[in-house]
């Protein structure tokens, strides 16, 4: 037998055996106690913390878009509201084939076939469990035929939501403005939480400027979810305490629009491409703002096609573009009010002097003829009559006398040149003319050059000046008030949707200084000649034949173009395009102004015989009853605003362009 075979040592095995085994129960006691004291923690000492971050996770919040503010006007006529409309929505992740489902929505007629590429790339851009619109507002006709064949098309269903409400139509809308669906470019400049399930923003106008107030807050509410985020329904034990948060609506808006005034302007204007702005001279309340063509902006609320909106963007007549506050325009004999206060306060001219007027102007050591407008003869006439007859032979001797700086300097404080500071974006300033300015306006050094030419045809409104209708009314009122001046204004208050009423007060800019009260009542006497026949039948006495009241006014031409020194201007034989603007401005009562107004009527002719007509209707509106006599205009109180009509409360929309920079007419070459 071999000596060196191995005895088994049990005693060693049991030995390692059992200090394995004490080893594997120490490691499994530790890993358990480990446990314990983990879940002891989480579910006993953290309970309520991690509680809460679990039923976030199974809870989503879904917003509930506030009801937008309404607009009323100065006497609370509803002017914007909103109402319930159906629109067309889809889930992607419900709808067997997105690209078949849209294709016979097309054919339906549901979607326009040039939004399809528009439609499609929306949908992708959300989630696929989202409920996108491709249609905001559908008809009677549209909701009835999608019916019928709504068992073809899961996954897509009708929805009601809100949408504008505008109940007078395409009145006012460039002043109001409009809504559309929120576009790429709109969200980057909101904040997407606040607007989370809003689909509707404002473009334009009063909609755009108070959006802020008009929005109103957003409510929310808590929707059970599963682990990828889809709505389902659990009851039971289970079932989480849900909360919800109502909206807050949006502020309503009490504009200064006078409707009476607003629609009286509009229906007056007719046809004719032209603006009118009334303003109350004594606190800078805009009582109308019209600018014809309009169009209308339930086309917005509602989403136009691509070729609806060409159709608007590429009409000559371009009704996309707000005339009162962007058409910029020769000022035409408006302007000479301003020029004769400006003789008068430099002492340049005696307005009881008589001055000799033969139709025809020119300057000494110059051949070149300035005609009288029509090819009229004046005679002899002092300032009074000037103004009264609008004869163009005194005034460009005045202005000749006067020289461009100072008329410059002048008309600057009366708001020429500048932005009159109303509370919607898109005005612009026009041109205020001068031999400084244009040094800077022309790169050329021989364009730079100030012409005494021009300094003529600036006393009668022509040459480079430029004015914009909302311009030209502020600064009758500023002669309406005699020098004193206000920011022109739309919105006078607000109203929250707890009933209170906030009053804006005025804003009363700085007055023109400088001119005596004598020089003011004689202007003004000779503009209240421009509506009389007392001593002689000025250019406007015709318009206001029989009236109830006694206006302060003036007519106004302006060229478009540059007639020939041998040739007559012919408005028959000229383009419908290239034919004089007809203005006519006045202010009423003239002992004690309610109301100033600009009218401009594009390519009309002579403002006597266009444009008074136009500004006899609005200022009759606003200021005469049914019987046909002056009413007591009542300033509105914060306890009459607060008895505002109201509409009952609705059951909340079509991306729009910027509005086209479009200049005004051409001003008439220097001479």
Not at 152 to 180: C, E, K, M, N
Not at 235 to 249: T, Y
Not at 481 to 501: A, C, H, N, Q, Y
Not at 536 to 563: I, L
């Amino acid at each position: 037998m071999d000596s060196r075979v191995r005895i088994k040592d049990h005693w060693n095995e049991q030995r390692i055996f059992t200090q394995r085994t004490l080893g594997a129960v120490i490691v499994i006691t530790v890993m358990v106690l480990t446990l314990i004291g983990r879940l002891t923690y989480l579910q006993v000492l953290r309970h309520d913390y991690y509680s809460e971050l679990s039923q976030g996770n199974r809870v989503r919040l879904d917003p509930i878009p506030a009801s937008r503010g309404l607009m009323f006007d100065r006497n609370g006529k509803v002017l914007a509201d909103n109402e319930p409309a159906y629109q067309l929505e889809l889930i992607r992740e419900q709808v067997p084939d997105l690209n078949d489902t849209l294709k016979r929505l097309t054919a339906l007629g549901l979607i326009d076939r040039d939004e399809l590429e528009d439609t499609r790339r929306m949908i992708f851009s959300r989630r696929t469990f989202d409920s996108v619109p491709v249609r905001l507002r559908l008809t009677d006709e549209e909701i009835g035929r999608f019916a019928v064949h709504r068992y073809q098309f899961p996954g897509v269903d009708l929805a009601t939501r809100q949408t504008r409400h505008y109940p007078f139509g395409q009145l006012g809308v460039h002043a109001l403005g409009y809504v559309s669906a929120i576009s790429v470019q709109d969200l980057e400049h909101i904040d997407r939480v606040t607007y989370a399930g809003t689909a509707l923003i404002g473009k334009l106008g009063i909609e755009s400027t108070y959006e802020r107030a008009l929005h109103g807050k957003n409510g929310f509410r808590q929707i059970l979810v599963n682990a990828q985020g889809r709505s389902v329904q659990r009851e039971g034990a289970f079932a989480p305490d849900l909360h919800s948060q109502a909206p807050v609506a949006g502020d309503d808006l009490v504009l200064s629009i006078d409707l009476a005034a607003q629609q009286a302007a509009e229906i007056a204007l007719g046809d004719h491409r032209g603006a009118v702005v009334a303003i109350d001279p004594s606190n800078g309340d805009v009582l109308a703002l019209a600018s014809k063509p309009g169009f209308d902006p339930a086309g917005f609320a509602r989403g136009l096609s691509r070729t609806e909106y060409a159709q608007l963007s590429e009409d000559i007549d371009k009704p996309l573009f707000n005339r009162a506050l962007r058409g910029t325009y020769p000022s035409g004999s408006t302007i000479k009010p301003v020029i004769a206060l400006a003789g008068l306060t430099y002492h340049v001219v005696d307005p009881n002097r008589q001055e000799f007027c033969s139709g025809v102007f020119h300057l000494p050591g110059s051949s070149h003829l300035y005609r009288e407008g029509k090819g009229g003869k004046h005679g002899y006439v002092d300032l009074e009559r000037a103004i009264a007859k609008s004869c163009d032979v005194y005034f460009y001797g005045l202005a000749a006398t006067i020289g461009a700086e100072h008329i410059a300097d002048f008309m600057a404080p009366f708001g020429y040149g500048q932005l009159t500071g109303i509370d919607i974006s898109g005005e612009k300033p026009g041109i205020l003319p001068s031999p400084a300015w244009k040094r800077t306006a022309f790169k050329h050094p021989a364009d730079q050059v100030w012409f005494p030419g021009e300094t003529v045809n600036m006393g009668i409104g022509q040459g480079y000046l430029l004015v914009t209708p909302l311009q030209v009314a502020h600064i009758v009122g500023v002669i309406a008030e005699r020098g004193r001046s206000f920011r022109p204004r739309l919105v006078t208050g607000v109203r929250s949707s707890d009933g209170r009423v906030t009053t804006f007060p005025p804003i009363e800019e700085k007055p023109v200084e400088g001119i005596s009260q004598e020089d003011w009542t004689t202007v003004i006497n000779a503009m209240i000649g421009t509506t009389t026949c007392a001593r002689y039948c000025g250019t406007g006495s015709t318009a206001f034949a029989k009236s109830a009241y006694t206006a302060a006014g003036k007519t106004g031409t302006a060229q478009v173009y540059t007639v020939a020194q041998n040739a007559k201007y012919n408005a028959k034989t000229v383009a419908e395009n290239l034919r004089d603007h007809a203005w006519f401005v006045a202010f009423a009562p003239a002992e004690a102004p309610r109301i100033a107004v600009a009218v401009l009527a594009e390519n009309a002719g002579f403002g006597a015989g266009t444009a008074a007509p136009i500004a006899r209707k609005v200022l009759d509106a606003y200021q005469l009853g049914p019987d046909g006599k002056l009413k007591t205009v009542a300033v509105p109180t914060p306890e009459s605003r607060a008895a505002l009509e109201v509409a009952p409360p609705p059951a909340s929309a079509p991306a729009a362009a910027p509005e086209p920079e479009i200049s005004g007419e051409p001003p008439a070459e220097p001479q």
